[in-house]
Structure formats: C-alpha cells, structure tokens
C-alpha cells in the first residue's frame, strides 16, 4: 500500500492554545478557532490587557534573540518596550482608561528592568528555529499537525543541546498539568536539530532568575497531545462544540461579542478582528 502524503492546508492544526481552549469549554474552542465573522469573513478575538501585557513583553525579549550576543543590550530595553507598547495602547489593548492602562505598563516595564539588571542566560548564544511557525505532523496519517512558538532556546555548547526557556508575564504559577512544556519539548524535538536537555520558566514579576522544569517525557508527551487532538478532530467531524454547562465564563465573553456586545477595535497582524467588552460583560477569569 502506498502511502500519499496529507495536505498541510487540509490538515489540522493544535497547538498549546487550542487545545486549552477545547479543554476549557469546547464551544469556547469552536469561536476562538472556528468560527469567522459573517460580514468580514475574520477569526474574533476578545483583547484583554493581561493579553497585551504579555505580548508587549514578549516582543521585546524576542528581538534580542535574532542580535548577535554581544549587541543585545547595546541598547536600552525600556526605549523598546515604550515604542512596542505604542502596538497595544488604549482600546486596541484592551485598556479601559488610562488609570487602567498604566498599571499594566507599569507592571511591564518593571518586568523589562528586571531582564535588563539579570540578563544571565540571554546573554548567551541562542538558537532560532527557522520557521515563521513551528510545526510538525504529530500524526500524518491522522491528517493533524501540531504548531506554537517557543520564547527562547539558549545553547549548550558543553553538550551541543538547547536550554528551553519561557517567560511568564502572569501573577499566577503555569499549572503544574499543563501541556505548554510537553508541546514545547516535542516542538524543540521536530523543528530543530539538538536535542533540548533543560527546561525553565522566567516569572518576570517577581523572580531575578529562571526556574528549572523537569523535561517531560517525549514518549508521554506525544501520546498526550495526540489523544486530546483525535478528540477534538472527531468532535469537529461530529460538530460537537457545545458548552458542557450551556454558557461558561470561557464562551460567554465570545458569545458576548457575537451577539454585538463588543466594541471593535481593530485587525490585528492575523487579520483577526479584536474586539473590548464592557466591564460588565467581562469575567474575572479574564482579568489579571
């Protein structure tokens, strides 16, 4: 039997995002991943300041890693941040008044510093990988790929391997089940060619160093992610995407924004439309 090689436009796509989505709520999956707007034919997305704290952030450190070690810190961090920050101010980050929107900036640029004052490791050579997005198939025959960005990959010249490295912008701790490291471990494995022999998360608010993870089992891992994506392909085949509890605090700010409760504010660069709620409509999981 010969075998055919899928279509990766045909394919579907998990990543560490969606498949928190559909663990969630899986009608919470269905409008972040699938639905589009019927008049402008665009994904919807709900813009929240912790979200734009944490891309703003992100973005700065990201652009050292492409400058070779010796210039990363030629120049100042907080001018970047500032200019970087420009991207998300006001509405289209979400931000409700300028009260509002200057504790989140405060918070950022305190995290900025922190990296600034204890560069550490990132004053080592990294590694990129070279795609735009990451990906590899998870299952070819299955037709499902699995996508997502790492932060940073320091290299390990003792060893000729990579140090996985994420940085978190959020007050609480990554949930000890969470699947963002396996992901990224099998990632690192099948977009790159070392292998990674360590793993830390950087809490920049509130930690001068890194934390050193256990890297999870590859084995594991896969057979992990890979049960939760036939999951969610069958229930895409089934269109069983509904709401267990027929309206949670993970849908119901969508469903918010789909009934016209939203205020546009934008495309962002995805061409997704992004959109605020009122602080009425918002819920306090969504609120950092």
Known sequence: MIFVPQDKFAALW????????????PRAYFLNNMYRDTKSGHKIKLVTPAMSLGQAVHQVIESLSILPTEKRFDDNLLDKFEKVWQEVSGKKGGFLSEKHEDT??????????RVAKNPGVLKNKAVKINMELPYYWLSEQENIILCGKVDWLEYLPETDSV???????SLKDENPDSLQLPIYHLLVKNCQKRDATKASYWYLERDDGMVEKILPDLEEASDRVLKIARQISLSRKLSKL?????????????????????????????KQDMYILPPEQKEDSQIL
């Open 163 to 169: 140090h996985i490295i994420d940085f978190k912008t």
């Open 104 to 113: 989140y900036k405060t918070r950022g640029r305190s995290m900025i510093e």
């Open 14 to 25: 998990v990543s560490h995002s969606s498949i928190n989505d559909f663990l969630s709520c």
């Open 242 to 270: 509904a709401c267990p509890t027929d309206g949670c605090y993970h849908c119901r700010p969508l469903e918010a924004i789909i009934a016209g409760k939203g205020e546009f504010v934008g495309i962002d660069n995805y």
